[in-house]
Every structure is written in structure tokens, then in C-alpha cells.
């Protein structure tokens, strides 16, 4: 308890560890929010509430971190990825998604739930289970007297999350598959009348949205770390991120995305690094009970 | 004759539209109480604002006596006010005697009488009203194979063995083979006069609802545009206007 | 009379089962673990329509519980679970019954309780949101103990050894397990035939429709969730006695073990149906049973695949696809579309 309130004051003596900690969350949370994208993505046109969209990202981190010890460039690791879990989201898809689309929530739900496991077991059994990073030979900033320090290779992290963003959303505004995948977002039905062909709309947007979380992944590995079970923890915050910004709300992901890492960054520097994982799951309660007040207001309660 | 309902300048908007402004009126204890008007005069909307779907508003809505316009919808359903769906809404996966020994009037049970098994009263109730609305035959059906007709028959007979004071009735004879309506009509009626609920129609059936109703409302815009006798009501302009779309 | 017959056998079966084939009493002491848990799944999963992910909550804090229960009547807590633990692991016979007797009715009321306030702050959400929500507050609850160190942290607590004959120990723990599946097996029986049982099932069939009849959905819901909390807090905390040591990550809130096995039984004999789970969880614990050993490290891999082939191919488990082929079995009658 002293030290949580030790730590807290820590904040207020010395105000720039608050700058520190905002630009680490900010950092961090753009990785969150590409992967709550792709989430709201999947969600929004097929109705499929993916659990294993954590295990997509770090096996997209696996596969940089693969072809960088073959001797890739790191940098190069992450169009790689996008590539390799493109197709991998793509099978995916075929065997077991195009399967439970028609089916009720639950059903996508304990699939996927189901997909995470086996995912997260075989990237345990093909990589093990210590954790592993890609070391970017950059220097590092520092700033106000060193108590701000910002790797450069966290800023290149950032820069790549943010270019792929734009990318993306520049291909569903500007390009044909992009109107085609809003259209059936938006009425399936009615999408499949004007001659769309929905499935095809439907392999396109889960492969897309593996192929997010694994260029996602690919940046995670070179600013952090990844192990094999990691994954539950980012499909989690990607619930927590859709949950808290509601679907087709592209503004309100990014900024719920960089509003959760932030949070889980000062919980880490309050409670310490060991709740982090509690932090992000206590989000998600959190969000869940906000949801549910606000429509329990709209429904009118009197007692 | 007393009124059960009353409502007192209702007003409901949906994000700017409004559905119903300044809308009142009473509904009788013991009477048959009609609602008419053109597709989208607010009708159902008025409705769901009584049984507690939505919030109103303004205005205030009184069931016998107490205020209910912001109690939710289990709530008003334990006062004994039962409403209908325009789409019907029964249990399919279920027989008919289930769905009715389901619709047992929970508010009268107390919690341990609840893990307690049906009654022979219970089933012969359950008979009994299957008989009433004809369903007896099929009663051991699943219901989701009966047709719409017999699924909507099979909606108010759950109503009737919930034993509500008032029945709010949602088109009752939409959908229903034009052969069978004149029996559904007496069968309204006989509710309303044998088991003593009141009811609150809303029906886009002019001879059905001429048939029955003590009193009638008429909805147009959402606004109320008439009320009275059925005799009043037919011979009201700004009815005949209304339904002619010269309003 | 040949229902009696049935159930006559069947008791025989589950009396004589640990004494017939004594080198795999803690194989079936877990099948009746994995009987409970999947039957009380199937409360609210399968008879009202709540999908929950994280009933294995009720498993991690029962053991808790229990542990602490029986620890905390003997010993200080924190000294306990700090302590080089054999120092202070003396606990008498009697004090290790009454301490195993109360701790585990205890797990099973505290997990009731529980059930009703997360109940109370979760029921609102329907679908998804309530399998994620529950799925998140099992998660939370293990990393929260993890970090708790009053009781033991990561490291979990050690309980002391069956004082006695461990073979007698696994019988013990072998009747614990069976006397409260079957309870558990005529307490269903029975409520599935009344009152309440009919409202559950008609929140699982339309819960607008239920609440527009006046149906107390909320209190309905609360108390089938405490019932089956109640049962899971019970076998957790036989668990804790019968494990001997565990930890809250991988043993007491094993989310995706038990919490994930539990609804892959319930799927695989039938949901909402009262042999259904018992069918599942049979199956389910032989197929893993016969095929752990051989798959080398990749049976993980295969529960992963077990459980999306359940989804997507075979959801409606063995007593769905009965009930499709032989709907009569069931008195399950239809419109003869002809006749009208």
C-alpha cells in the first residue's frame, strides 16, 4: 500500500514522469487500437466477434521475428507479416469462420475462442515459450534531463502503425473492395442483391484483418515483447477498445486505443508491472459496466 | 365506470420525430377501448410508452391510480397489465400446454412457490382456455409449427391465463384467416365480459373494431384526432379525412 | 419400473466403479469433476440462455475459499502461506476433517453469494458481452490472487496431505466428487420439472416475451447463476483438499482448461437437456484420457481443434442429433403441414 501511495506521488513531485508515461501509452495503445480496428472490422461486416484476434498478432510478431534470425532486415519484417498472416487468416477463414457466420454470437464466440488455443499452443511448441524481441540497433532520445527517454525504434514502431492506418483507410474509402466491404456492413442482404458477392467480401475482410494484426505484431515484437500465450491479453484489450468506442467509429477506436494504454501504463507505474495483466481485464469490466449503465438509463429504471 | 388507464398529455419523439404530442386519454375499467389511425400515427408507439419500452417525454400515465411512465417492463407486467405483440411472439421450441402453464401470473406466485410443480388447476386452465381460443386439438403441438393465425390465437390465450386486469392488444386480427375473425371477435368479447379484462385494441379493421369497441381513439401525426362512440367516430370528417390521406 | 431399474444399476455402477478398477479411482474422482462442472454449466448455458465463459471462477475461488477456511481455523493465514510451509503444516485428523467438511460447504456458500452480485452487475449484459464479461472477470480474479500475497500469491497454497491411508484418501475424495455429482443429479432432476425450471427456459427462449408476462426474469437469473455457483464452489473446494497444493493461475482459475472443457462437454452431449452434460462429459474425459498420452505435447493443440470441430460441426451434441432423428423419443409433436 505505501508503495502504490509512493508511487502516486511520484506523479505529482515529478510531473514529467506523467509525459513519460503518457508518450509509452500513446505508443503502445496505436498498436491496440490497429488490432481493435481489424476487430471492429470483422465484427461490423460479418458479425463475428473474434477471440483469437490477439493470437493473430503475435504470431504476426513470431513470423518478423522468424525471418529476422533467417537473416531479414527487421524492417522488412513487418510487410512480411502482413503477407504470411494474409494467407493464414485467409485458410482460417475457409475452415472454420465461413462456417459459423450464419450461426449465433456464441457460436463465433467459442470458435475462436477454440482457434486462440490452438494457435497460442502451436506457436508454444514451435517457438517455446520464453519471450522473445527483435533487438533495432537505433539510439535513444532523451529528453528533460534524461527522465524522458524515447527509442527510436519505438518511434519508427509508431510511424509504421500510423502509416498502416492511413493505408487502410484509404483502401476501404477510395477502392471498390473497400465500398464493397461497407456496403455489406451495412446490409448484407441487400449488398448480395446488387450482385456483391459477399463471400468473397467476407474472406477479403477477415484475411485483411489477420493481415492488420499481423503487421501489428511484427511492430510489437521490435518496441516489446511476445511469448506464445500473450495473445488473450490483446484480443482482450481490442474487446475492450471496440466495446468502449461502439463499432464503424474509427475516430473513437484510435483514441480509445491510445486512452487504454495509456491507463495501463500508469496502473503498471501505480500497482506495479505485475497487474498488468488485471489492468487490461479490469478495463474491460469497467467498459462492460459503463455499457450497461448507460442502457439501463436509456430503457428508464425507477427503482 | 371508472378509468384504469389514464393517460395525460403523452409525448414521445424519436431522435426529432414525434411520434406522439400531447396525446390523452382514458380507457374504462370493464370496456373495450379502441385505437385507430393510419400506419405510422404513433400508435404502437403509445403502446410500448404504457408498458414500459421506452422512456416518455413528457406527460403522465396512470394505471389504476399509480404512476407507471418511467416503471420497466416486468414491472408494469406484475401490475397485471399485459400487452400482445403485432409480431407475434410465442415460446416455438414449446407445446402449447407449455407456453400457457409458462404464462401462469408469475406476480401472484411467491418465490418458493415457484419451485413448486404445475397444478391440476393449473393444466385444466391451461385446457380450458386452449379450448376457448380452439387451439385444443393441437395443444400438444410445438407451437412453432402452428400457423400464424393459430400462433397469434395461441399469444392471447397465454394472455388470458396470465389473468390480467387490462389487455392491451397489438392488431389482433392481422394476419389472421378472414373466415376465423367473426369467432375471434366474439371471443374478444367474451373475454372482456367473462373474465373481466379490460381491453385496449388497437386495429386497423374498421368493422372489427366498430364491432366491439365501447369508446374509440383516433391517432393522425400523432396527435389525437377524434374520440367517441363508434357511431361518433364513423360519422367524424376528420376521421374519414385522415384514413383517406386528405389530412 | 424399468426406470427404477435403471437407476438402481446405475447407483451400483457408481459404487463399485472405485473398488473394481482401484488404479483409476482419481481418473473417475475427476470424471465427476468434469460431470458437475459441465452439468452446471448447462443451468445456465444450456437451460437459460446464458453462454458463460468464466464459471470457472466459481472453481478457482471455492478452492480458495476452502483452503482458507480450513487453514484460518487452525493457523494465521499470512503467517501460513508465507512461511517455509512445512513448518506450520501440522494439522491434527480432526482438525483436518472439520476443516475439509466446513471449508468446502463454505466455498459452496460464499461462491452462491458471489454469484448473485456479479450476477446482479452482469445480467444486464446479454449474447456476447455476457460470455466476454464473465470470461473477464475469471481472468481478473486469477491475476488479481496471483498478486495477492496473504494467499500465497503465484506461489498458491499447499494444504495438507490426506492424514492416513492414501488409498483410502482416494476414495475419500472419489465419494466427495460422486455423492455430489449424484445430489447435484437429483436436485436438476427435480428442478427442471418445475416452475422455475419452465421460466429459465422460457429467458433462454425470448427473455422480452418472459419479462412482458411478468416473469421476475432478474431473480430467476440470480438464482440459477448462485445454484450453480453453489455446486462448482463445492467440487472446487474438494479439489483444493484432493491437489494438495495449487495456484491460481494454471490450477485454481484455469481458464482455458477446465473453464473452457466444462462448455465443450456441455456442446458435445447436448445443451440444455439433463443427460446432455453427463453424456459430454464422459465422452470428452475418455477421448482425452485415451488420447493425452500419445499426442506428445501436441494435446493442447488437439483440445483447440476438438473444441472448434464441436462448434462448428456437431453443436447440438449427441442428444441434439437425437432429438432431430427421433423427435417422438422426446414428445416432440408437429403441425402435419398436409392436414391443413
Known amino acids: 500500500m505505501d508503495q502504490i501511495l509512493g508511487n502516486i506521488s511520484l506523479l505529482f513531485e515529478f510531473p514529467v514522469v506523467n509525459l513519460k508515461i503518457i508518450i509509452d501509452g500513446v505508443m503502445i495503445g496505436a498498436l491496440f487500437a490497429l488490432a481493435a480496428y481489424g476487430l471492429a472490422l470483422v465484427w461490423g461486416v460479418m458479425n463475428v466477434k473474434n477471440l483469437a484476434q490477439g493470437d493473430f498478432v503475435i504470431a504476426g510478431g513470431y513470423v518478423a521475428w522468424y525471418f529476422t534470425r533467417q537473416g531479414v532486415p527487421p524492417l522488412f519484417g513487418v510487410p512480411l507479416a502482413f503477407v504470411v498472416m494474409w494467407v493464414i487468416g485467409w485458410v482460417v477463414y475457409k475452415l472454420v469462420i465461413s462456417r459459423v457466420i450464419e450461426r449465433d454470437l456464441f457460436t463465433s464466440l467459442l470458435a475462436t475462442f477454440g482457434l486462440a488455443i490452438m494457435m497460442a499452443q502451436i506457436m508454444n511448441l514451435m517457438f517455446g515459450s520464453d519471450t522473445q524481441s527483435i533487438q533495432l540497433k537505433y539510439d535513444t532520445l532523451y529528453f528533460f534531463d534524461g527522465f524522458v527517454d524515447v527509442p527510436i525504434a519505438k518511434l519508427i514502431g509508431v510511424t509504421l502503425a500510423s502509416s498502416l492506418a492511413v493505408g487502410v483507410i484509404l483502401f476501404m474509402k477510395k477502392s471498390r473492395m473497400g465500398q464493397a466491404i461497407r456496403a455489406t456492413a451495412q446490409d448484407a442482404r441487400a449488398a448480395r442483391i446488387l450482385g456483391i458477392d459477399t463471400e468473397k467480401v467476407y474472406a477479403f475482410t477477415f484475411s485483411l484483418n489477420a493481415a492488420i494484426c499481423g503487421a501489428a505484431g511484427a511492430i510489437i515484437v521490435m518496441v516489446w515483447v511476445i511469448q506464445p500465450f500473450y495473445g488473450i491479453s490483446y484480443s482482450i484489450r481490442a474487446f475492450v477498445i471496440v466495446t468502449a468506442a461502439g463499432l464503424g467509429n474509427l475516430p473513437g477506436v484510435i483514441a480509445a486505443g491510445l486512452g487504454i494504454g495509456a491507463a495501463e501504463q500508469y496502473g503498471a507505474h501505480i500497482f506495479g508491472i505485475g497487474y498488468q495483466q488485471a489492468i487490461a481485464v479490469l478495463l474491460l469490466l469497467i467498459v462492460l459496466l459503463y455499457r450497461l449503465i448507460q442502457q439501463r438509463r436509456v430503457r428508464q429504471s425507477l427503482n | 365506470m371508472s378509468s384504469i388507464i389514464d393517460i395525460q398529455s403523452v409525448s414521445k419523439s424519436f431522435g426529432g420525430v414525434l411520434a406522439n404530442t400531447d396525446v390523452s386519454m382514458k380507457v374504462e375499467k370493464g370496456g373495450i377501448t379502441g385505437l385507430i389511425g393510419p400506419n405510422g400515427s404513433g400508435k404502437t408507439t403509445l403502446f410500448n410508452s404504457i408498458v414500459g419500452y421506452h422512456p416518455i417525454d413528457s406527460g403522465s400515465i396512470r394505471f389504476e391510480g399509480k404512476e407507471i411512465s418511467k416503471l420497466q417492463v416486468q414491472n408494469i407486467a406484475r401490475l397485471g397489465l399485459l400487452r400482445t405483440f403485432q409480431q407475434t411472439r410465442i415460446y416455438g421450441a414449446m407445446n402449447g400446454v407449455e407456453n400457457m402453464l409458462i404464462s401462469l401470473p408469475h406476480r401472484k406466485m411467491r418465490f418458493f412457490d415457484s419451485f413448486g410443480r404445475n397444478t391440476k388447476e393449473d393444466y385444466e386452465r391451461a385446457d380450458m382456455l386452449l379450448d376457448f381460443v380452439g387451439l385444443y386439438e393441437k395443444r400438444y403441438l410445438q407451437s412453432g409449427s402452428l400457423s400464424f393465425g393459430q400462433q397469434k390465437l395461441l399469444e392471447f390465450a397465454m394472455a388470458l391465463m396470465n389473468e390480467p386486469s387490462v389487455l392491451l392488444l397489438d392488431e389482433p386480427t392481422a394476419g389472421i384467416n378472414p373466415t376465423l375473425i367473426n369467432g375471434l371477435i366474439d371471443r374478444l368479447k367474451k373475454a372482456n365480459t367473462e373474465f373481466g379484462i379490460t381491453l385496449f385494441i388497437i386495429e386497423h379493421n374498421m368493422r372489427v373494431i366498430m364491432n366491439m369497441a365501447d369508446t374509440i381513439y383516433c391517432l393522425a401525426h400523432g396527435k389525437l384526432l377524434a374520440q367517441g362512440t363508434p357511431e361518433e367516430i364513423q360519422g367524424d370528417q376528420r376521421v374519414v379525412d385522415a384514413y383517406l390521406g386528405a389530412h | ?279 459430454g462429459a464422459i465422452l470428452f474425459h475418455v477421448i482425452k484420457e485415451v488420447t493425452w498420452n500419445y499426442l506428445l505435447g501436441w494435446q493442447w493443440v488437439a483440445l483447440g481443434a476438438l473444441i472448434v470441430v464441436t462448434v462448428v460441426y456437431f453443436q447440438d451434441g449427441v442428444m441434439g442429433w437425437l432429438m432431430h432423428k427421433k423427435p417422438e423419443w422426446f414428445g416432440i409433436r408437429v403441425e402435419q403441414k398436409e392436414a391443413r
Not at chain 3, 451400483?12 to 472405485?18: C, E, M, Q, R, T
Not at chain 3, 448462485?226 to 497444493?245: E, K, P
Request: a neutral charge.
Open chain 3, 1 to 279: 419400473m424399468k426406470k427404477s431399474i435403471f437407476y438402481t444399476v446405475l447407483l451400483a455402477i457408481i459404487l463399485v466403479a472405485p473398488f473394481a478398477f482401484p488404479d483409476f479411482r482419481t481418473q473417475l474422482a475427476t470424471l465427476w469433476l468434469m460431470i458437475v462442472v459441465a452439468m452446471t454449466w448447462d443451468m445456465t448455458g444450456g437451460q437459460m440462455g446464458y453462454n458463460s465463459l468464466g464459471n470457472i471462477f466459481f472453481y478457482g475461488t471455492g478452492m480458495y475459499v476452502a483452503a482458507l477456511i480450513s487453514i484460518g481455523m487452525v493457523h494465521d493465514v499470512g503467517s501460513y502461506n508465507n512461511a517455509a510451509r512445512s513448518e506450520l503444516m501440522t494439522f491434527t485428523d480432526a482438525q483436518y476433517f472439520t476443516g475439509a467438511i466446513i471449508g468446502i460447504i463454505g466455498a459452496g456458500l460464499f461462491c452462491a453469494l458471489t454469484a448473485v452480485v456479479i450476477g446482479y452487475l452482469t445480467f444486464g449484459l446479454r449474447g456476447p458481452y455476457f460470455a466476454i464479461g464473465t470470461l473477464g472477470v475469471a481472468i481478473a480474479a486469477g491475476e488479481l490472487v496471483a498478486n495477492w500475497d496473504w494467499v500465497g500469491g503465484g506461489q498458491g497454497i499447499a494444504l495438507p496431505v490426506y492424514p492416513g491411508n492414501l488409498d483410502v484418501g482416494k476414495l475419500f475424495f472419489y465419494f466427495l466428487f460422486a455423492g455430489t455429482g449424484v445430489a447435484l443429479f437429483v436436485f436438476l432432476k427435480w428442478l427442471y420439472t418445475t416452475r422455475f425450471g419452465a421460466a429459465i427456459n422460457a429467458i433462454r427462449d425470448d427473455e422480452e416475451k418472459a419479462e412482458a408476462m411478468g416473469i421476475h426474469t432478474l431473480r430467476y437469473k440470480l438464482t440459477t447463476w448462485a445454484m450453480a455457483a453453489f455446486f462448482v464452489g463445492i467440487v472446487g473446494g474438494i479439489s483444493a483438499f484432493q491437489l494438495i497444493h495449487f495456484e491460481p493461475l494454471e490450477t485454481a482459475y484455469q481458464t482455458i482448461n477446465l473453464g473452457i472443457f466444462m462448455v465443450v462437454c456441455v456442446l458435445l452431449g447436448g445443451k440444455g437437456t439433463l443427460w446432455g452434460p453427463i453424456i
